[in-house]
């Protein structure tokens, strides 16, 4: 396949790892061995816009590695294929209760567990501040995808972004929040060994 097919994919396959490994804390051993199980492999993992390319990649991977509780969120013509992905529950994110479905899944399935969520969105009112009403629990780790769009190009008055993953929604004490700029790859591709992975920046 020409690399000028494949232009995009290591952005956004190096952005979805990384996030999970660097900023969620997610084990993804690299190679990953034939019989290697994570020990947080039940952990709650919530992918916000899992229907995005990191969205999918990010699905695609955690359940690579082993992982099985991904509760994912995408419009439903999506539903399909991110279950065949990977998540154990996918919801649309357009539903009016689709943080209170979250949330019942959380207390009935995983009780008092820490989650991971993934915002590969960040939109302030249509992801960002929906996730602080489900990562909760003091240990959760959330990490989103900068900028957060505060209005997007649509609106009357014009795009408005912001930086601010913590400033932008209200986060309960003891939940860590990770922004998250961009990855990519720094040397050449060659099949063997494999590239060097680098972070360009990020908090």
Same mark, same amino acid.
């Given at each position: 396949?020409?690399?000028?097919?494949?232009?995009? &994919?290591?952005?956004?396959?190096?952005?979805?790892?990384?996030?999970?490994?660097?900023?969620?804390?997610?084990?993804?051993?690299?190679?990953? *061995? $034939?019989?290697?199980?994570?020990?947080?492999?039940?952990?709650?993992?919530?992918i916000w816009g899992a229907?995005? *390319?990191?969205?999918?990649?990010?699905?695609?991977?955690?359940?690579?590695?082993?992982?099985?509780?991904?509760i994912a969120t995408a *419009?439903?013509?999506?539903?399909?294929?991110?279950?065949?992905?990977?998540?154990?529950?996918?919801?649309?994110?357009?539903?009016? +209760?689709?943080?209170?479905?979250?949330?019942?899944? @959380? +207390?009935?399935?995983?009780?008092?567990?820490?989650?991971? !969520?993934?915002?590969?969105? $960040?939109?302030?009112?249509?992801?960002?501040?929906?996730?602080?009403?489900?990562?909760? @629990?003091?240990?959760?780790?959330?990490?989103? /995808?900068?900028?957060?769009?505060?209005?997007?190009?649509?609106?009357?008055?014009? &795009?408005?972004?912001?930086?601010?993953?913590?400033?932008?929604?209200?986060? /309960?004490?003891?939940?860590? /929040?990770?922004?998250? &700029?961009?990855? $990519?790859?720094? !040397? &050449?591709?060659?099949?063997?060994?494999?590239?060097?992975?680098?972070?360009?920046?990020?908090?």
């Amino acid at each position: 396949m020409p690399l000028a097919a494949v232009a995009t &994919v290591p952005t956004n396959f190096c952005t979805a790892f990384l996030t999970l490994s660097d900023k969620l804390g997610l084990e993804l051993p690299w190679p990953r *061995s $034939t019989d290697f199980l994570p020990q947080n492999q039940h952990t709650p993992i919530l992918i916000w816009g899992a229907a995005t *390319s990191v969205g999918q990649f990010a699905v695609q991977i955690l359940k690579h590695w082993g992982y099985t509780n991904i509760i994912a969120t995408a *419009s439903s013509k999506h539903h399909e294929k991110i279950k065949k992905h990977g998540a154990k529950h996918v919801l649309d994110y357009q539903e009016p +209760n689709a943080v209170d479905s979250i949330l019942n899944i @959380l +207390n009935t399935e995983s009780p008092a567990i820490p989650i991971r !969520a993934f915002d590969c969105v $960040t939109s302030k009112s249509g992801s960002l501040q929906h996730i602080a009403k489900i990562a909760t @629990l003091p240990g959760s780790i959330v990490a989103a /995808v900068l900028p957060v769009v505060i209005r997007p190009p649509s609106h009357k008055e014009g &795009v408005q972004l912001s930086a601010d993953v913590n400033g932008e929604a209200s986060w /309960v004490p003891g939940v860590q /929040v990770h922004s998250v &700029v961009s990855y $990519t790859f720094e !040397a &050449v591709c060659t099949l063997i060994p494999c590239p060097r992975l680098v972070f360009l920046s990020g908090s």
